[in-house]
């Protein structure tokens, strides 16, 4: 089945430095890609839509230049948090839409706990 | 959440009981979703309906739509203990971007 490989499983980071969460469609190819974050007992909120070769579209109150995303191929997508602070502190997950599913079938990885000390 | 409310937020049953979780969402949809998360962990779909299907099965699950009153409802029969997780509802929006909007979740603890 599909598989979305999403790395760094975890990553503690000190406040004011960025860092870079990457998510890869591993046996498809993905039209578009998703990145969502979730608080601790909470839903996901999505957070941008990244589709290959254009910009993001963020959803309303996300900061697009504190988040940076690319999506350089159809199989990888980065995110990026510039300047982070203890408040971005979060599970980050991403999910790949197959082009060829028919069925809507979307790809999750497995998060990114982000922790900024 | 950005789409809807799920109730109730917070189940807890023996195992061997039914347990029923409602969505309600606030926009047209394409179809709607049922995933499973496990503390932590990230997600796995479980089940698809479509806008125009009304009930679905798979396995133990059941899921329910109503368009008319934009609600759904996922039940699992016999539960197990290894069905404790969080449950989340999700709609594809009706436009060209094919998001993927969660409802508020609920987590569900089965009683061994």
């Known amino acids: 089945g599909a598989v979305v490989s999403q790395h760094p499983s975890w990553v503690i980071c000190k406040s004011g430095t960025s860092v870079k969460i990457e998510c890869r469609s591993l046996d498809f190819q993905a039209t578009t890609m998703f990145w969502y974050r979730q608080f601790p007992k909470q839903s996901l909120m999505l957070m941008a839509t990244s589709n290959e070769g254009s910009k993001a579209t963020y959803e309303q109150g996300v900061e697009k230049d504190k988040f940076l995303i690319n999506h350089a191929s159809l199989t990888l997508s980065t995110l990026t948090v510039t300047s982070a602070h203890p408040e971005d502190s979060s599970f980050y997950i991403c999910?790949?839409?197959?082009?060829?599913?028919?069925?809507?079938?979307?790809?999750f990885g497995s998060g990114t706990r982000l922790t900024v000390v | 959440s950005q789409q809807g409310e799920e109730d109730p937020q917070a189940l807890s049953i023996q195992e061997g009981e039914n347990a029923t979780m409602n969505c309600s969402y606030k926009t047209s949809i394409n179809n709607l979703q049922w995933y499973r998360q496990n503390s932590g962990r990230g997600l796995v779909h479980l089940i698809l309906?479509?806008?125009?299907?009304r009930e679905k099965h798979s396995g133990r699950l059941r899921v329910t739509l109503d368009t008319s009153k934009k609600s759904s409802s996922l039940l699992i029969t016999a539960s197990r203990a290894a069905d404790t997780a969080s449950y989340f509802c999700a709609t594809v929006w009706m436009d060209s971007s094919y998001k993927l909007i969660f409802g508020s979740g609920t987590r569900l603890l089965v009683r061994p």
């Open positions: 999910s790949a839409r197959d082009r060829e599913d028919a069925n809507y079938g979307y790809t």
């Open positions: 309906i479509r806008s125009n299907e």
